[in-house]
């Protein structure tokens, strides 16, 4: 596995200064370099320990790091790579935090040198609070940090980072930057955006209903808490993933026309079963529970030597909506021009879905579980 003990921090926010802060909690010799436009930023960052030294520019940030992070705005991101890449080291591993990956992806491929590996990342934490005084090591517990490997992402990175951020408590998830954007734009942009629109239609109602908000009651709170977001990042995330975003409106926008449809035509046994299937669906919601051992299954896959096969073995199992628990690489004297990679999964019938799916992308892989039958 790469060998990671620079870290460089670009953006000292709230999720910029969380990571450093969890990096340096999992592992003291890490020496992390931060950098930010904003002095006070920076200071803040030092006087609490959240960083070791301070880059005055991007040169000085970046020409000994193992790894970069960037952790500015979304629609800052590709302008942060083309200042850096002219002094990144051979071997160098960036990766962002921006929550739309597409373009991203597709832009900082053409800028980079093809000796310094970019793979896409998306921590899903946050705190209605905001900046680096509100930094904390535990952030990303128990929350998914996604990433997005290509066709092209070295094996080694990809190890790296799945390691270190599955040591910070995040689960580790591997999709395609296409997919990400498609599964963001409905579980979390629209959302941000159902909740902001229907604080606006109250506060333009109340000009004639004077006792609205004076009224809002513990469910309208809990539906709009998220309003009071990030207006700038808001329209950044918005325009960055506007696609997808606009495909998740028109099918929420078919939703919302039968469900008046069915008002108007009293049709009361659709709106029953409306609120009767949304309701299950809400209580049957994945919740996070502590690892149950007796549902861990061992993979073991022989791979060649070739760039994108960890990228193509991870997303097939990312695909069948299986988080992996661990993941490493080792050369085997029984396997010629490559290596066995040895994945580690929780989960009921977990061991069948991923055999199925690894073998689906040519594969051969071996399953066992970790307690036995």
Not at 100 to 107: D, L, R, S, T, Y
Not at 181 to 200: A, E, F, G, Q
Not at 271 to 290: F, G, S
Not at 345 to 354: C, F, L, V
């Amino acid at each position: 596995m790469k060998n990671i003990k620079n870290i460089t921090v670009i953006g000292l926010g709230l999720i910029g200064g969380s990571l450093a802060l969890s990096l340096k909690e999992i592992n003291k010799d890490f020496i992390v370099t931060g950098y930010d436009i904003v002095s006070d930023a920076l200071n803040i960052a030092k006087y609490r320990n959240i960083i070791d030294k301070i880059a005055t520019n991007y040169p000085e940030a970046v020409k000994d790091a193992d790894l970069i992070i960037i952790a500015t705005p979304i629609s800052k991101i590709i302008e942060v790579v083309n200042s850096v890449r002219d002094y990144l080291k051979k071997g160098a591993i960036l990766t962002d935090v921006g929550s739309a990956k597409e373009n991203i992806v597709k832009e900082v491929g053409k800028l980079l040198p093809a000796d310094v590996i970019f793979i896409g990342g998306h921590p899903m934490a946050g705190s209605e609070n905001e900046g680096v005084l509100s930094a904390r090591p535990d952030l990303f517990k128990n929350a998914f940090y996604i990433l997005t490997p290509t066709d092209s992402t070295k094996t080694e990175a990809l190890l790296a980072l799945h390691s270190l951020f599955t040591k910070i408590g995040s689960k580790v998830v591997a999709i395609t930057p296409k997919e990400h954007d498609k599964v963001v734009s409905l579980i979390s942009h629209l959302p941000h955006i159902l909740s902001t629109s229907l604080v606006k239609l109250i506060d333009d109602e109340q000009i004639e209903l004077k006792n609205l908000f004076k009224l809002c009651a513990g469910g309208f709170r809990d539906m709009t808490r998220i309003a009071i977001s990030n207006p700038k990042m808001w329209v950044d995330i918005t325009m960055e993933n506007k696609e997808e975003i606009s495909k998740a409106l028109e099918k929420y926008i078919e939703y919302l026309l039968k469900f008046k449809d069915s008002l108007n035509k009293n049709n009361s046994e659709y709106i029953r079963k409306h609120y009767i299937e949304a309701k299950e669906a809400r209580v049957n919601l994945p919740k996070y529970i502590d690892k149950d051992i007796a549902n861990l299954y061992e993979l073991m896959i022989a791979i060649p030597d070739k760039r994108g096969v960890l990228s193509e073995i991870t997303l097939a199992i990312s695909s069948s909506s299986i988080n992996i628990e661990d993941i490493s690489i080792f050369h085997s004297t029984e396997f010629l021009g490559g290596g066995i990679l040895k994945i580690l999964i929780q989960g009921e019938n977990a061991g069948e879905i991923a055999k199925e799916a690894i073998e689906k992308v040519g594969y051969e892989v071996r399953v066992k579980k970790v307690l036995g039958d």
